[in-house]
């Protein structure tokens, strides 16, 4: 047992001195994942070491959702364009993030197919939200007030669109 305790503390020290890659934090997440089976813990490098993976593992929210027309039909295969309101840092990775727009579709029965954002929690500056338009099959905007504001309060996890979509 004090062979897993040493690597342990060996491997806490090589990921706290860097950057790893995904590959890496991939990887380490299965590394902890299998440690944490038994339920043992063996010292506190490791739940350092758990901490530390989490948090560089799940950073985004997923927005989940769907649109109807007037009449509650599903606005099938249009999309959403998304942007960030201001350029921002995200501060679980010191990453900068473009605000730019980017597409979102819509799959037959309106629903959001693959949107993973960041919580608006962990980017800097405060106050930032998301510029979102909604846009059917043939690119006729189907809201008369755009760009609509979503602000999602807090991340990992799953938000449905409509909780956090504001005028």
Do not use: H
């Not at 995904?22 to 813990?41: E, G, K, S, W, Y």
Request: proline share 5%.
């Amino acid at each position: 047992m004090t062979v897993v305790a040493q690597v342990d503390q060996e491997l806490v020290f090589a990921i706290a001195g860097g950057n790893p890659s995904a590959n890496c934090d991939q990887d380490l997440t299965f590394l902890v994942a299998q440690r944490l089976v038994p339920a043992t813990i063996y010292t506190f490098a490791d739940q350092d070491l758990v901490f530390l993976v989490v948090q560089r593992a799940v950073p985004f929210v997923q927005i989940v959702g769907q649109f109807q027309d007037i009449v509650g039909q599903p606005i099938a295969n249009g999309y959403l364009e998304v942007k960030l309101s201001a350029n921002v840092q995200e501060s679980i990775n010191n990453t900068q993030i473009t605000a730019q727009t980017t597409r979102f579709p819509l799959d037959n029965n309106g629903n959001i197919v693959n949107m993973f954002l960041w919580a608006n929690n962990v980017l800097s500056p405060t106050n930032t939200f998301y510029k979102v338009q909604g846009f059917t099959s043939d690119g006729t905007q189907f809201w008369k007030t755009q760009p609509k504001q979503m602000v999602i309060p807090k991340g990992p996890g799953i938000q449905n669109i409509n909780d956090v979509l504001t005028d």
